[in-house]
Each structure stands twice: as C-alpha cells, then as structure tokens.
C-alpha cells in the first residue's frame, strides 16, 4: 500500500469538500439516478407520471421535495413483481453481482441488489469508515457479525482492502471467539453493542481480563443504539479499555452508511452516497436540517435499485456544522426507530433514553427489558432489571432509585420498576437482544 498511514482521511478530497462542491457533486448525482431510476425502473415511471413529477424537474437539491416516498411496503410490494428483481430495480439481473437480504424481524425479507460498481463503492465506503477510526494495515481485525444474507457481512472486504489482517470471524460461540482475541491477539473487532458487553462480561467470567490479555484497542458496535448512547459506550470501553466507535448501516444501502469519528458527536454519513432529508414523523413535511423527524434518505450512486426518497423508519436528526476532526460531510444523531417510540402522558419515550439511565446506574447489572401496556386506556411501561450480586440496598431500594432516575431523564415515571437477580433476565443475546415487548393491543402506531 502506498497510501500514508499518517494521513487521516481515507479519502481526503472527498473527505473534507467545501459544502458547496459536495452540493454540487450531490446535486450531478441526484438528477442522474432520478432519470435512471425512471428510465429503468418500472415503479418510479409509474409513481412520478402519477405524481405528475419528471426527472427534469431536479433543478436543486430542494426539488427532490415535489417526488414521492418510498418505503420498507414499497420495497416487499414490487419485489419479484414483473421480474426476479422486482420493480425497483434499474439494471438486468445479469449485472447483478450480489444481493443481500434484511433479516424479516418487521415483515417479509427484502432483498437488496449491487451492479459490480455498487459494490466496489460499497466497499470504498467501508473503508473509509475503518480507516477514519484508525484502522491501518498493520492491524488484525476480527469481523464478528452474522455472516448469511446480512448486508454487514461483506463490510470485512473493506477492512481487507485497506491492508488489514482480517478474521473472518462471524457469529461463533463465545468461547471460540475469546480463544481468538486470546491466541491471535487481534486489535479490532466489530460486533453488536449487547454482545460487545456480554462478551467482556464472559470473558471475566472466565477468567481473562479483557484489559491485559486481549490487545483489543477498537471495538466497533452496529445494529443496536448503544455505540451513541454515552453511558453504554462508556461501560463497554471500561470493561475492555478499549475506543469504541459506533457505525449505522441500512440492509437496504451498506452495511455502514455512517461511522463516527474520533469525537464521537453523531455518525458521519457519506453523503456522497445518499441525500439526507429529515421529515414530520406524522405529516410527512420536510424540516430543517437540526431538527428532529424521520430520516428519509436517497441513494445518489446506487444503479442495481435507486432508493428515491426511501422513509428510513429511523428517527434523529442531521448536523451538517463543521466537525472538529475536519470532516465536511453531515453527521447523523439517531434517537430510535420510529417503531419503537412510545407515547406515555404525551411525552415521547425513546427506549435508548432508558438504556441511557440504567447504564449509568450503579449496582446494576446494565442489562434491562421495557414493557409497553395499557391501564385505563393509556400507556405504560415498566422496566425489569437486575442488581448486582454485591449490592446491599434491598429490592424495594433499587426500583425506588431507577424509578426516579427515569423520571428525571425522560419526564415519566415507570409504572413499575422489577428487580431480578445477576442473570436473573433472559435478554443475553449472540446477536441483537429484544429488549422493547409491546403488551398493548390498541395500535398506537404513528
Ligand atoms: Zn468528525
């Protein structure tokens, strides 16, 4: 590799464009997909002549406003519809070189296709983002994510073009992989926010400490809040004295659309990849960018299935101010899929506002289960949690002190607050925990 491991851009023009030439390149972009897009693909002919809209009309980013949504229904109604592929995508499947499957935990699998050149980007992509937390090639990197079907699994190729010795790790058994980070002293590793803390917290209970006999310097989290939740990431770096870093990923886009950097203020997203608008989770009406709604976003480059304005289900925010590490392109700030949020006395409850608290509670074991139901006609929730084996206070002490912490942090006060014993929860999980159990039978959906 000739590129200066010093430098810490992947990509630094890229990197650091002035926002108005990002602008520009994104705007070339956008009326080049939209037109391929309705070219090619059945559906946005037939969605933009019923919307009245042309590909023409994109004359500024702003215009991409007059064009309809998308969504996760759109994709699971035109797939296998008319072809293989479906109506959404622009190309012929022989230029399909790779397609990857959500995991169905909301509906129907969808299915996402990559030409050669999308996944070629994908990966620069990727790159990018391992080479911006610090990744270098003489690293050894253990790819710790659930390898079929899964977008996030060929996200270890851009480790390995960037020069890294990678491990192609997947989802072993625990013992496997501690064996791993033990023998083969490996110094990054990328796995889900729950497993990061219950891996740490298996490998104590073995009898390593993470700190002196793994050399694990970086821990990427993905799939799961926790990486932008401080008190989480802050818990999982004290258990392994370790950087964590969080990264976002969509199945239906990368595997990582946006990674921190070093300040850890919200994820950069490629920008150059994908047009970000943010809008009214219940009217559907374009905000600023600052302001809190449902991500809605664009794919710019992608040609095996342009996403136009794809109504992510992800609710956050977008900060497109400079950021410190020098970085021009926006940074995502993600509170919970809008599927997730709850409604109790009028106030919104995110459940990584609950994750914030119980992390930062003392005598607690950080693991925890929300339980959303309804009692005289309004929501509730309680939390269940468990003491630590070495806390005194009685049970009522406990459920008395994160009861008012909650309160405190989110406005609401649980309904009520369960305290089990150390491993008194079902919630450990190898891959994403259920930590949310809706009880409620009335569809509160917004
Ligand atoms: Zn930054």
């Given at each position: 590799?000739?590129?200066?491991?010093?430098?810490?851009?992947?990509?630094?023009?890229?990197?650091?464009?002035?926002?108005?030439?990002?602008?520009?390149?994104?705007?070339?972009?956008?009326?080049?997909?939209?037109?391929?897009?309705?070219?090619?693909?059945?559906?946005?002919?037939?969605?933009?002549?019923?919307?009245?809209?042309?590909?023409?009309?994109?004359?500024?980013?702003?215009?991409?406003?007059?064009?309809?949504?998308?969504?996760?229904?759109?994709?699971?109604?035109?797939?296998?519809?008319?072809?293989?592929?479906?109506?959404?995508?622009?190309?012929?499947?022989?230029?399909?070189?790779?397609?990857?499957?959500?995991?169905?935990?909301?509906?129907?699998?969808?299915?996402?296709?990559?030409?050669?050149?999308?996944?070629?980007?994908?990966?620069?992509?990727?790159?990018?983002?391992?080479?911006?937390?610090?990744?270098?090639?003489?690293?050894?990197?253990?790819?710790?994510?659930?390898?079929?079907?899964?977008?996030?699994?060929?996200?270890?190729?851009?480790?390995?073009?960037?020069?890294?010795?990678?491990?192609?790790?997947?989802?072993?058994?625990?013992?496997?992989?501690?064996?791993?980070?033990?023998?083969?002293?490996?110094?990054?590793?990328?796995?889900?926010?729950?497993?990061?803390?219950?891996?740490?917290?298996?490998?104590?209970?073995?009898?390593?400490?993470?700190?002196?006999?793994?050399?694990?310097?970086?821990?990427?989290?993905?799939?799961?809040?926790?990486?932008?939740?401080?008190?989480?990431?802050?818990?999982?770096?004290?258990?392994?004295?370790?950087?964590?870093?969080?990264?976002?990923?969509?199945?239906?886009?990368?595997?990582?659309?946006?990674?921190?950097?070093?300040?850890?203020?919200?994820?950069?997203?490629?920008?150059?990849?994908?047009?970000?608008e943010t809008v009214d989770?219940?009217?559907?009406e374009v905000l600023e960018p600052g302001q809190t709604g449902e991500?809605?976003?664009?794919?710019?480059?992608?040609?095996?299935?342009?996403?136009?304005?794809?109504?992510?289900?992800?609710?956050?925010r977008i900060?497109?101010?400079?950021?410190?590490?020098?970085?021009?392109?926006?940074?995502?700030?993600?509170?919970?899929?809008?599927?997730?949020?709850?409604?109790?006395?009028?106030?919104?409850?995110?459940?990584?506002?609950?994750?914030?608290?119980?992390?930062?509670?003392?005598?607690?074991?950080?693991?925890?289960?929300?339980?959303?139901?309804?009692?005289?006609?309004?929501?509730?929730?309680?939390?269940?949690?468990?003491?630590?084996?070495?806390?005194?206070?009685?049970?009522?002490?406990?459920?008395?002190?994160?009861?008012?912490?909650?309160?405190?942090?989110?406005?609401?006060?649980?309904?009520?607050?369960?305290?089990?014993?150390?491993?008194?929860?079902?919630?450990?999980?190898?891959?994403?925990?259920?930590?949310?159990?809706?009880?409620?039978?009335?569809?509160?959906?917004?």
């Amino acid at each position: 590799m000739s590129r200066d491991i010093n430098n810490k851009f992947w990509n630094e023009e890229l990197e650091t464009l002035p926002r108005a030439e990002l602008e520009k390149r994104q705007l070339e972009d956008l009326k080049e997909i939209v037109k391929f897009a309705y070219d090619n693909a059945p559906y946005y002919k037939r969605s933009f002549d019923e919307a009245g809209v042309k590909p023409e009309d994109i004359k500024t980013l702003k215009d991409i406003e007059k064009f309809p949504f998308i969504n996760k229904k759109t994709q699971r109604d035109t797939q296998g519809v008319g072809s293989f592929l479906g109506e959404l995508a622009a190309v012929p499947e022989e230029e399909v070189v790779f397609i990857s499957t959500s995991s169905g935990s909301t509906g129907v699998p969808t299915m996402s296709p990559f030409t050669k050149k999308d996944f070629d980007e994908f990966q620069d992509t990727e790159s990018r983002w391992f080479w911006q937390i610090g990744m270098r090639p003489n690293d050894r990197y253990v790819h710790a994510l659930n390898f079929s079907l899964y977008v996030g699994g060929p996200d270890v190729i851009g480790a390995q073009n960037l020069g890294a010795l990678c491990i192609w790790g997947g989802t072993l058994p625990s013992e496997r992989l501690l064996f791993i980070l033990k023998t083969y002293q490996p110094t990054v590793i990328w796995t889900s926010p729950s497993y990061a803390w219950q891996l740490g917290e298996k490998a104590v209970k073995a009898g390593y400490d993470p700190k002196k006999d793994f050399n694990i310097k970086k821990i990427i989290v993905a799939g799961e809040l926790g990486g932008s939740i401080d008190a989480t990431r802050k818990a999982i770096e004290d258990l392994w004295g370790a950087e964590v870093y969080d990264f976002y990923g969509l199945s239906d886009i990368f595997g990582a659309c946006a990674a921190q950097c070093e300040y850890h203020d919200g994820l950069h997203i490629a920008e150059n990849h994908i047009l970000v608008e943010t809008v009214d989770i219940h009217t559907g009406e374009v905000l600023e960018p600052g302001q809190t709604g449902e991500l809605v976003f664009t794919t710019l480059r992608k040609h095996a299935r342009p996403l136009i304005r794809f109504k992510t289900g992800d609710i956050g925010r977008i900060d497109i101010t400079p950021c410190k590490c020098g970085r021009t392109h926006g940074r995502i700030h993600i509170l919970g899929r809008k599927d997730d949020m709850f409604i109790v006395s009028a106030v919104n409850v995110f459940p990584s506002d609950i994750e914030a608290v119980i992390r930062e509670q003392s005598g607690i074991t950080g693991e925890y289960l929300i339980r959303i139901f309804e009692k005289d006609f309004t929501n509730k929730y309680a939390v269940e949690i468990e003491k630590t084996a070495d806390n005194t206070k009685s049970d009522d002490e406990v459920a008395e002190q994160i009861s008012a912490a909650l309160k405190a942090r989110t406005g609401v006060k649980p309904a009520k607050v369960i305290v089990h014993p150390d491993g008194g929860l079902n919630t450990r999980s190898e891959h994403k925990s259920r930590r949310v159990i809706d009880e409620r039978k009335i569809d509160y959906s917004i």
